[in-house]
């Protein structure tokens, strides 16, 4: 049971602008900085946004992250047919000692 | 460039423990903390702990307290992950990965399938 929340899944069509949702407690958002990955069939997860709204390099400027207290979103904009695939949000739970991850999105395009 | 390579697939009986290795490479192999994450079929990812290469300080989840131990071996740059009393929950992808920032793990291994089964 994952206590950062997701849901289950969005969709859009291409070119179109989508968000994902993350919903957390004041022990991992609200006091933790907040990752997002985005993870392909049989491929390991890839870090897509961290530190809630800093971009890896080469991670395309379409990804953006934001957060507000306990929680945070991933918005992708000019949604492509390759963006299709599960995310989830991670960050550092202070109650827990431990690293957690969302429950998951998958995104579908249409 | 930064590389993490875990040691290959291994099928398990119920009961029995298993060790993962990930060698790193492509960087200063004791200057980032290494995270174990391991995902089930169909599942998310779930955090297993971090070990500080340098020192090897560790912090499990507790979930895992007990049962998983993770080692560092800075002659070869390489960190282990030794889970023990298996059972078939315990089936799943497991990976290595080094932050990228803070408690931000940004580079993973290939991943490594360990299927528990009698």
């Known amino acids: 049971q994952s206590v950062l929340t997701q849901p289950p899944s969005a969709s859009g069509t291409p070119g179109q602008r989508v968000t994902i949702s993350c919903s957390g407690s004041s022990s991992n958002i609200g006091s933790n900085t907040l990752n997002w990955y985005q993870q392909l069939p049989g491929t390991a997860p890839k870090l897509l946004i961290y530190s809630n709204n800093q971009r890896p390099s080469g991670v395309p400027d379409r990804f953006s992250g934001s957060k507000s207290g306990t929680s945070a979103s991933l918005a992708i904009s000019g949604l492509q047919s390759e963006d299709e695939a599960d995310y989830f949000c991670?960050?550092?739970?202070?109650?827990?000692?431990?690293?957690?991850f969302g429950t998951g999105t998958k995104v579908t395009v249409l | 460039q930064v590389q993490l390579v875990q040691s290959g697939a291994e099928v398990k009986k119920p009961g029995a423990s298993m060790k993962i290795s990930c060698k790193a490479s492509g960087y200063t192999f004791t200057t980032y903390y290494l995270h174990w994450v391991r995902q089930a079929p169909g599942q998310g990812p779930e955090w297993m702990g971090i070990i500080n290469p340098s020192g090897g300080s560790t912090n499990y989840a507790q979930k895992f307290q007990g049962r998983v131990s993770m080692t560092s071996d800075t002659s070869t740059s390489t960190v282990n992950m030794e889970l023990s009393s298996l059972t078939s929950e315990d089936t799943a992808v497991y990976y290595c990965?080094?932050?990228?920032?803070?408690?931000?793990?940004?580079?993973w291994g290939q991943g490594t399938l360990v299927t528990v089964s009698s």
């Open positions: 990965a080094r932050d990228l920032a803070y408690l931000a793990p940004g580079y």
């Open positions: 991670a960050a550092w739970d202070d109650s827990l000692y431990g690293y957690v």
